[in-house]
């Protein structure tokens, strides 16, 4: 079993603010503002945290979680509905013949 699993890719759900943004196309500062500490209810707009400790010695860093991220590319603008684009047509459009 253990030789099984050793060749299995690592799953990652947990990512950098860098690695994040370059995910979703965002800054990294974007994606810091969206950052939330972490709670087991999805919030919509928002980027879900851990602060984790990756080594026995290390210190801890914030990993952002990947569904979350994900989540960011499908949900709509905050902002509202699209704009939708208008055509101006004058009303009165003079003879173009002297």
Not at 39 to 58: C, F, H, M, T, W
Not at 64 to 90: N, W
Request: with cysteine.
């Amino acid at each position: 079993m253990k030789d099984i699993c050793a060749k299995l890719p690592a799953i990652n759900i947990w990512l950098s603010a860098g690695d994040a943004g370059d995910k979703i196309s965002m800054s990294r500062d974007t994606v810091e503002k969206r950052g939330v500490p972490w709670s087991d209810v999805y919030v919509p707009y928002k980027i879900r945290y851990k602060e984790l400790q990756l080594d026995a010695n290390g210190k801890t860093v914030r990993r952002y979680f990947e569904p979350d991220v994900e989540a960011c590319l499908k949900l709509p603008s905050p902002r509202g509905k699209k704009r939708q684009h208008i055509t101006m047509v004058p009303d009165f459009v003079p003879d173009s013949d002297p």
